[in-house]
């Protein structure tokens, strides 16, 4: 049973450039989020997708968009990117929501902005 | 501001120790949960607590949510290389999708 997919592992851009991120959820699960992780911080929540539709969002700015497809895989694209956009980007995904019964993690993208 | 404080940052001790983290935060949640992330993966899902007082054992670990649901404490017995990581505790509210962290606490038990 394959877990959260996420791709690629790592990567580098140029500050201004745009990247894109993408995630494939567990098998059951419809339901993915984002999180950011900066170096020796907690992970927080960038969006959430259910529905193929964006159902939260936390305090990032509009550079930060996301994607649901059909067959619920996710992308994250990042426009105009930032040195404080490096950091490790994490793939959740849950059933319907799922934050009061744990979420599965991806291993991650790390994007390093240069 | 991190919604949930926890400690201590780091923590260094001998194979064969017990530890504690600590998890605290003036708000309520509907569950608490704990994950261990380790150099290079995501975080992985250790327990869920959801109800004030609850205790949850899990092998060498112990997990309690406080009686008002604002914190909660996770002890390891009897430390262990394997147990090596970065723990994370995280709270989820009702009608809220998303899960707030806690910074961390590295732990690394030393052979």
């Known amino acids: 049973d394959a877990g959260v997919t996420q791709s690629p592992t790592h990567l580098i851009k140029t500050r201004g450039q745009q990247v894109t991120l993408r995630c494939s959820p567990k098998?059951?699960?419809?339901?993915v989020s984002w999180y950011q992780q900066a170096l020796g911080q907690g992970p927080q929540f960038i969006f959430q997708?259910?529905?193929?539709?964006?159902?939260q969002r936390g305090n990032f700015p509009d550079r930060f968009s996301g994607h649901q497809f059909p067959n619920y895989s996710s992308e994250l694209n990042v426009n105009a990117l930032l040195l404080g956009d490096s950091a490790l980007y994490l793939c959740?995904?849950?059933?319907?929501?799922?934050?009061?019964?744990?979420?599965?993690f991806g291993s991650g993208t790390r994007l390093t902005v240069v | 501001t991190q919604l949930l404080e926890q400690s201590p940052q780091f923590l260094s001790i001998q194979e064969g120790e017990n530890l504690t983290v600590y998890c605290n935060s003036s708000?309520?949640?509907?569950?608490l949960q704990w994950y261990r992330q380790e150099p290079g993966e995501g975080p992985v899902l250790l327990v869920t607590?959801?109800?004030?007082?609850e205790v949850k054992k899990l092998k060498r670990l112990t997990f309690q949510f406080g009686d008002a649901r604002k914190d909660s404490s996770l002890h390891i017995t009897a430390a262990q290389p394997g147990d090596t990581g970065l723990y994370l505790c995280?709270?989820?509210?009702?009608?809220?999708?998303?899960?707030?962290f806690g910074a961390g606490t590295t732990v690394t038990v030393r052979a």
């Open positions: 959740a995904s849950s059933l319907q929501g799922g934050g009061i019964n744990g979420y599965t």
């Open positions: 098998s059951g699960h419809d339901t």
């Open positions: 997708y259910y529905e193929e539709e964006e159902r």
């Open positions: 708000s309520v949640f509907s569950s």
């Open positions: 607590v959801v109800t004030g007082g």
């Open positions: 995280a709270g989820a509210r009702s009608n809220d999708y998303k899960l707030s």
